[in-house]
């Protein structure tokens, strides 16, 4: 469910928002879960839906000190990054390579 305004989901979260506000240019939609309890547990989790099954979906993704998450982000970001950086290069090189026309 989207926060009302960006002051209500400055107020739950600050930390988040500024670090967004520091990282991404785009416009950014806060939204919040009805299934998140007071403990900041999942009240359905057997039944969450994918987008929740698959975060963080990569370790590159912009996340707070706080989230449970971001121990597991500071250790393998340094390869994320080089497999990241290889991959570009490797697009950059077959875009160049003009294709083979014999089968
Ligand atoms: S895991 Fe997904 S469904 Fe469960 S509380 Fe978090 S956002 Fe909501």
Known sequence: MPYATREEASEVYPEYLQLLDDTISDEVYFYHCPKLNDCNRCTDYENRPQICRDFP??????LPESCGFYQWRQQVQPVALMLHATLE???????????STSS
Do not use: G, V
């Open 57 to 62: 979906d990569n370790p590159l993704s912009i």
């Open 89 to 99: 290069i490797l697009n950059y090189y077959r875009d160049k390579i003009p294709q």
